[in-house]
């Protein structure tokens, strides 16, 4: 395998920790600004008057190599004096801002205030930490993720954070996205003909990924692409490396199974890569299937997984006949 940076150009579709992983691999083998990061905005929400969009930051954490190794989320280099001051004050703690982290925080919302698009400070901030990729929010419009749960509808956060994902699921609801406008590059960016391969990164499909794809314009742009579109499976053996996907597909009445994900995905995608203790599963799916490692634990994984996805887009596109992409699709 090669070990030279490779100048395809790639759209990753990315939720918060679990994406970012893979996003990071990409950026690490391929040309720089050859990426374009397509992020998950249903998790931001209004917190102590400041506006917070989690994923958006894990990626850009992630990519500048800011990111707490341990957590995921947040920054490694932090301190924890506000949160301390405020329990103090009798505040709300239980989602932890560090120090650090809130400088970021407090310039998007006086910028959002002044009217700056998500999309322009974001692309602004990576500039700022030397990020040689486009990261780009799935929408400008506000897209809010509510879990609908034993104990009633839950904003995202109330619900992943402040209950640990502890109350049953019973759907998940995007309030906005029917009406949310995808923003304007990351569509362009999904339909471009210059675009070599998209890549759903191993976020939870349900939580992460699906408030991405409830975006009518991003929905249409990924049924229209040429490029082709691999998705990473996030289960393993049956679990979810870390986090709630296995728990929520239980509680969605769905097997956790890489079947079931390429199920979800049917229609939308090209591939789908497993893992090799998944194997016995390639059978049941009725998709090309890439056995790979996913699991990423250190940066050779992550980048070894990039270039498994990568040489696997590059086969499906050179195996592909003439009109095959609206056959498959449509097929669906
Ligand atoms: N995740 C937590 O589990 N607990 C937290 O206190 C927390 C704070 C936090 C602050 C800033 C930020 O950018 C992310 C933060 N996250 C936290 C992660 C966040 O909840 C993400 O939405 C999830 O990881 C899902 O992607």
Redesign the pocket.
């Known amino acids: 395998m090669s070990t030279s940076r490779c100048t395809t150009r790639v759209v990753a579709v990315c939720?918060?920790?679990g994406g970012a992983k893979l996003a990071l691999g990409l950026y690490r083998v391929l040309a720089p600004d050859t990426l374009t990061v397509v992020g998950n905005t249903g998790?931001d929400f209004e917190h102590l008057g400041l506006h917070?969009s989690?994923?958006l930051?894990?990626v850009l954490y992630t990519l500048s190599g800011l990111a707490d190794r341990e957590r995921g989320?947040?920054r490694s280099d932090e301190s924890w004096d506000f949160m301390e001051a405020l329990a103090e004050l009798g505040g709300e703690d239980w989602?932890?801002?560090g120090d650090r982290?809130l400088a970021l925080h407090v310039l998007r919302t006086q910028r959002l205030r002044e009217s700056t698009a998500l999309s322009a400070f974001t692309a602004g901030i990576a500039r700022r930490l030397g990020i040689h990729a486009r990261i780009l929010p799935m929408s400008d419009d506000p897209v809010r993720t509510i879990v609908d749960t034993s104990e009633g509808l839950l904003p995202f956060?109330r619900y992943?954070?402040q209950r640990r994902c502890e109350p049953t699921v019973r759907r998940i609801l995007f309030d906005g996205a029917a009406t949310a406008r995808g923003q304007a590059d990351a569509v362009a960016a999904l339909r471009s003909h210059a675009t070599d391969a998209i890549v759903i990164c191993p976020s939870n499909p349900y939580l992460?990924v699906d408030p991405i794809l409830a975006v009518p314009t991003i929905r249409a742009a990924l049924k229209a692409a040429s490029a082709p579109i691999i998705a990473v499976s996030p289960i393993i053996g049956g679990q979810a490396v870390k986090g709630p996907t296995a728990k929520i597909m239980a509680e969605l009445g769905v097997e956790a199974t890489s079947a079931t994900i390429a199920a979800h995905y049917a229609g939308l995608i090209d591939g789908l890569v497993i893992d090799p203790s998944d194997g016995a599963e390639a059978a049941t799916i009725k998709l090309p299937i890439e056995l790979a490692p996913t699991l990423m634990r250190d940066l050779d994984d992550r980048k070894t997984l990039a270039r498994r996805v990568l040489d696997f887009a590059a086969r499906l596109a050179s195996e592909r006949a003439p009109g095959y992409r609206a056959v498959h699709r449509e097929a669906r």
């Open positions: 939720g918060g920790v998790d917070i989690p994923d930051d894990t989320w947040g989602f932890r801002l982290d956060q992943f954070v992460s």
